[in-house]
């Protein structure tokens, strides 16, 4: 048996008062790493045969109609659990500017998957991203931090384009919800997984230091 850990972000990495107020980290975890592959796949074909025709599911470029119905699918499911780690991006200081944030942020969100808990084999699928100083960054941090986090536990990485894995356009749409939640306090797709949700960390909700 194994664990599969799908990861993804949502936010701007841009620091100052007009830009978005958060960065989201996100990470679907299951035991089926083909959950919703088929039911995602049946949703495309649906809404193409209703002339929307959609290379992946991506939540912040979707129609609305559109996200409802995927969290149509997502919300009657028992078979992942979120974990969400929030930033906010104020209270980030200049010298982690622009993806140092990167590494609080992993340590947090693989300490809370980790927990007490004895994992088996674990694999970890991170979306890419288009930046390349970023996607090395991120590649860098990752494997730094699951190497600190996960111990004895074996585990792998591997960066895949969100079209490869059902569950990263999954992950897309959590992490979405939960940043729609913080920025905006809108709750409509949120309140549909809230069940799933076992850590959504405010990472920097003690701290009194704001930098704009």
Not at 37 to 57: P, Q, T
Not at 93 to 120: E, H, I, Q
Not at 152 to 167: E, K, T, V, Y
Request: hydrophobic fraction near 35%.
């Amino acid at each position: 048996m194994a664990i599969y850990a799908f990861l993804d972000e949502s936010g701007e990495y841009t620091f100052h008062a007009k830009s978005g107020a958060y960065l989201v980290y996100t990470g679907v975890i299951t035991a089926i790493p083909t959950l919703f592959s088929h039911e995602l796949a049946k949703l495309k074909y649906d809404l193409l045969a209703e002339g929307h025709c959609l290379e992946r599911f991506h939540a912040s470029e979707d129609k609305q109609s559109v996200r409802d119905r995927v969290f149509d699918v997502l919300a009657p499911s028992g078979d992942f659990a979120i974990h969400s780690i929030v930033v906010r991006k104020n209270r980030i200081n200049p010298s982690l500017y622009k993806y140092g944030v990167y590494s609080v942020a992993y340590r947090t969100m693989l300490k809370y998957f980790v927990g007490d808990r004895k994992l088996p084999q674990t694999h970890i699928i991170v979306d890419t991203v288009p930046d390349k100083q970023q996607q090395t960054a991120l590649v860098q941090t990752l494997k730094s931090r699951a190497d600190d986090a996960m111990g004895a536990i074996p585990f792998s990485i591997d960066h895949h384009s969100s079209f490869a894995h059902a569950l990263l356009q999954v992950a897309d749409y959590c992490g979405w919800a939960v940043y729609k939640k913080w920025q905006s306090g809108d709750t409509r797709s949120y309140d549909r997984i809230r069940n799933k949700i076992k850590n959504e960390f405010d990472l920097y909700k003690n701290g009194d230091m704001e930098y704009y």
